[in-house]
């Protein structure tokens, strides 16, 4: 039977996420671990609100056409 992180994580990947914000704790290591293994990017902040901007402003740059891919780090 999954694990709640292995039904989280395929849910997403099911979804085509490809980039989590997130608050680094350690209940959180587990899923932070399994979501970098199916290939997203993982970006920790200091605050929820912190993570709620930042996802608002990448849909919005989304929505006007920026190309968004290329801010990922290689």
């Known amino acids: 039977m999954p694990t709640g992180v292995e039904?989280?994580?395929?849910s997403l990947a099911n979804e085509g996420v490809d980039t989590v914000f997130f608050l680094m704790a350690g209940?959180?290591?587990?899923?932070?671990t399994a979501l970098?293994?199916?290939g997203m990017r993982m970006i920790d902040v200091r605050h929820e609100q912190a993570?709620?901007?930042i996802?608002?402003?990448v849909e919005r740059a989304r929505?006007?056409?920026v190309p968004t891919d290329r801010w990922k780090q290689e």
């Open 36 to 38: 970098a293994a199916h």
């Open 51 to 53: 993570a709620a901007l």
């Open 55 to 57: 996802l608002t402003s």
């Open 27 to 32: 209940p959180m290591h587990a899923t932070e």
């Open 7 to 10: 039904l989280l994580t395929q």
């Open 63 to 65: 929505d006007l056409g």
